[in-house]
C-alpha cells in the first residue's frame, strides 16, 4: 500500500541512523530532500541508489499536492531534511496535512532530533518540557519572551549562531540574570560542545566568544520562589 514516510536523519554522526530507516529509503520509490546535496551524501554513505526531488520551505505549498497526488496513485514516498527529524522546525508539516486530508496514510519513524540530546545533558529537569523551537526574528519576539518568562517548564528553543550573543542577553533580561541555562551546540559533531551556567553567564560568554554550528538552548523553568514573588508584585 503505498503511504508517505517521515524519515530522520543523522543530526551529525552518519552512524546516528536506524536500520529501518536505511531500509525505507532504498525501498521507496522517492526521497523528497530538504537539499539533494546533503541528502546525496547520507545515501551514498550507506549505499543507497533512489531517485531524490528537492522539498524544502521554498516550495513545498507548490509540491505538496503533486506529492500527495503520486502516492495516491501509488507511488510510496519518504521526506527526510537535512538533519533531524521532517517537520521539527524543518519541511514536513504541510506535507503531512495534505496527505493525511488526501487520505493517505503517514507513518513516522522514530530517530535523530537535536533537542533531545541537548534537553537531557543540560542537566535541568527534562520530566517536563516546553519547545519553542525558533523565537521570532522581530514581530512577536518580545512577546514570545515574556510568556517563556512565565512557564515553570524547562524551556528548549533553537537559535542561529550568529544570534545567539543578541538571543542570550534578551533571554537574561526577560527571565532573569540568574536564570539556568545551557548551551548546545554541534550535537553528534566531533566538537559537540555543553555549555551550562547562568543567563547572564552565558550571555557574557558568548558575547566574547562567537560560536558555530547548530545551537540549542536549554533555559531551567521559573522556581517557586519566582512564582511567590511575581505574584506578591
Known amino acids: ?3 508517505l514516510y517521515i524519515v530522520p536523519t543523522p543530526v551529525g554522526n552518519l552512524e546516528d541512523i536506524t536500520l529501518r530507516a536505511i531500509r525505507i529509503l532504498k525501498e521507496v520509490g522517492l526521497v523528497l530532500a530538504e537539499d539533494t546535496r546533503k541528502t546525496g551524501i547520507l545515501l551514498k554513505h550507506y549505499n543507497i541508489e533512489n ?7 521554498h516550495n513545498e505549498h507548490q509540491t505538496a499536492e503533486i506529492i500527495a497526488k503520486r502516492i495516491n496513485a501509488g507511488e510510496t ?3 527526510v531534511t537535512d538533519a533531524g527529524t521532517p517537520g521539527i522546525s524543518d519541511p514536513g508539516f504541510l506535507l503531512v496535512r495534505t496527505c493525511l486530508e488526501a487520505g493517505i496514510e503517514v507513518e513516522c519513524l522514530p530517530g535523530a532530533t ?3 540530546p541537548a534537553l537531557v545533558a543540560s542537566g535541568l529537569p527534562c520530566d517536563r518540557f516546553y519547545f519553542e523551537g525558533f523565537l521570532p526574528h522581530k514581530k512577536g519576539r518580545k512577546t514570545r519572551l515574556n510568556y517563556l518568562a512565565k512557564l515553570d517548564q524547562t524551556i528548549v528553543l533553537y537559535e542561529s549562531p550568529f544570534r545567539l550573543a543578541k ?5 537574561a533580561e526577560a527571565l532573569g540574570s540568574e536564570r539556568k541555562g545551557c548551551v548546545s551546540r554541534e550535537i553528534s559533531k566531533i566538537y559537540e560542545e555543553h555549555r551550562r551556567g547562568t543567563l547572564q553567564e552565558l550571555a557574557n560568554y558568548y558575547a566574547e566568544h562567537e560560536p558555530k554550528g547548530e545551537i540549542v538552548i536549554v ?5 517557586d520562589n519566582e512564582l511567590s514573588s511575581r505574584e506578591n508584585e
Open 114 to 116: 537535536a533537542f533531545i
Open 167 to 171: 538571543t542570550m542577553l534578551q533571554l
Open 51 to 57: 531517485k531524490m526531488q528537492s522539498h524544502h520551505q
Open 1 to 3: 500500500m503505498s503511504k
Open 77 to 79: 514516498v519518504a521526506i
Open 219 to 223: 533555559v531551567g523553568g521559573k522556581s
